[in-house]
């Protein structure tokens, strides 16, 4: 089992202590309650703690999305996000409530003079960023432009520093708080040179060539990889990569995809929908084209469970379950009982039709349950997958563990309907194709 819970606990608690421990170096325990002012100082201080925590969250560093999952850390950074947002707020609204309460707006350029400028120019950076994240689809930003709107936050910290170091007259006579500070920009430094140097040095070897691209429907194509030093990528199945292509016809752009064989071959094939910019590119990959993998990441993976299982998938959400099946049919007759649900609207979107077909009828671990919502075809369920097909199809509902992996509404949808069905929450486990 990839997951780790524990981890994942014990790494939200290091963040309370974190930001309890900025709060109190700021404040610093005295017998009078803190000042407003003093409330406002460590506003500032709670800011940069969450920046640098936001860089270590965005660094992708593999001790800390071990077992955790880099879905769940980014999910971590939307929710940091908006506490470096509110601190931000309430930095110089604390710092200079008296006098604004006195109708004194101008008060923190009369305090401080220019040198308040980095200030309000780190206010802007974030309300872009902000601006940027909740009306990408509004504005039509395209998900590359997108991604360097946030490479803003870089320049964020460098000017959350200097601006804490020029104007923060407590971090520069408070020891405990220059301390802090020297450890948060450390810490930022190193989450940097992490991201950018350590992670690239470290998967320098994994390059791979394109041996085939296949069109496995109308508008998936799997492509497979072959490493050029004969050494494939240590994968659980379910896991994801992320893929760079240096084909002259695609742009230079990382993406993240499930590895959807099975571990333990000499090759690793992604099987990729057409469904954005870039996506819609794919049939233009040859054979002997360069691709860079980096990974694996991810924990959806049902490695060592004992299940039974039931799959849910969901479109293209059917790879890692596709990875997932085919390691349980390379591993022998043995299985877990496994029922899959797959749903499609027509039956010429369901991937690996064929492939499902041949392990269902060489095994007697598997049943395959195909659910269309566009189509009647004989033999295939009409409708969605909801609490009726459940009910229906499995036996003893709160017995398996679920796997599922769809657009987003549909497995919003089944975690409530298996919630109703008095399925326990930790016995299902889902994958979102978004970070
Ligand atoms: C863990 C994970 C596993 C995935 N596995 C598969 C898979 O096996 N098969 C498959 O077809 N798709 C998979 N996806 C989805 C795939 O990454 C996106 O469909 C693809 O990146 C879209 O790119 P685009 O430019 O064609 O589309 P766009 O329309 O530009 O993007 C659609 C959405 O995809 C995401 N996205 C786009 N570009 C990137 C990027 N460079 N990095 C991160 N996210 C991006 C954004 O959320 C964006 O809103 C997976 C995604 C994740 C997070």
Redo the contacts with the bound molecule.
């Keep these: 089992m990839l997951r780790d819970d524990h981890k994942a606990a014990t790494l939200k608690l290091l963040y309370v202590c974190l930001m309890g421990a900025g709060l109190v170096i700021t404040v610093q325990p005295q017998p009078a309650p803190p000042s407003i002012y003093s409330l406002g100082q460590a506003a500032g201080t709670l800011a940069l703690t969450a920046i640098a925590v936001q860089l270590v969250l965005a660094s992708r560093w593999r001790i800390l999305e071990r077992g955790v999952g880099l879905?769940r850390i980014m999910r971590w950074h939307s929710a940091n996000a908006k506490f470096i947002a509110l601190f931000v707020l309430l930095h110089p609204l604390l710092l200079f409530l008296r006098q604004l309460l006195k109708g004194d707006i101008m008060a923190p350029y009369t305090m401080y003079g220019t040198d308040i400028l980095g200030g309000v120019i780190g206010a802007v950076i974030i309300g872009i960023i902000w601006i940027s994240v909740l009306k990408r689809k509004q504005l039509g930003l395209?998900?590359e432009r997108w991604r360097l709107v946030h490479l803003l936050t870089y320049l964020l910290v460098a000017i959350g520093l200097s601006h804490s170091l020029l104007l923060g007259s407590d971090i520069k006579s408070g020891r405990p708080l220059y301390t802090w500070w020297l450890l948060l920009a450390a810490v930022s430094v190193a989450a940097v040179v992490y991201r950018y140097v350590v992670r690239r040095i470290t998967f320098a070897g994994s390059e791979y060539e394109v041996v085939a691209n296949k069109l496995e429907t109308h508008d998936v194509h799997t492509i497979t990889l072959r490493p050029t030093d004969g050494t494939v990528l240590g994968h659980e199945s379910g896991q994801?990569a992320f893929l760079t292509f240096t084909s002259e016809d695609l742009p230079v752009?990382?993406?993240?995809?499930?590895i959807?064989s099975a571990p333990g071959g000499d090759t690793i094939s992604?099987?990729?929908?057409e469904?954005?910019?870039?996506?819609?590119l794919l049939g233009k990959v040859e054979r002997r084209d360069m691709a860079h993998v980096e990974g694996p990441y991810?924990v959806f993976s049902n490695r060592s469970m004992p299940g039974p299982f039931v799959l849910i998938a969901g479109g293209?959400g059917i790879?890692p379950l596709m990875s997932m099946l085919r390691a349980m049919h390379k591993e022998g007759d043995t299985q877990p009982q496994t029922l899959l649900l797959y749903a499609n609207r027509t039956q010429g979107d369901i991937a690996f039709l064929g492939e499902l077909a041949a392990i269902e009828r060489g095994s007697d671990w598997l049943r395959v349950v195909h659910v269309l919502s566009k189509e009647t075809v004989e033999g295939m369920r009409h409708g969605f997958v909801d609490g009726l097909v459940l009910s229906d199809e499995i036996e003893e509902l709160t017995a398996p563990t679920y796997f599922i992996c769809g657009p987003p509404p549909m497995m919003d949808a089944l975690r409530t309907t298996l919630a109703e069905l008095g399925v326990p929450d930790d016995q299902v486990v889902t994958?979102r194709?978004?970070?």
Excluded at 270 to 273: A, D, P, Q
Excluded at 275 to 280: I, M, P, Q, R
């Design positions: 879905d395209l998900y994801f752009e990382e993406h993240p995809f499930t959807a992604f099987s990729i929908k469904s954005g910019d870039f996506t819609a991810g293209i790879t994958e194709f978004a970070l």
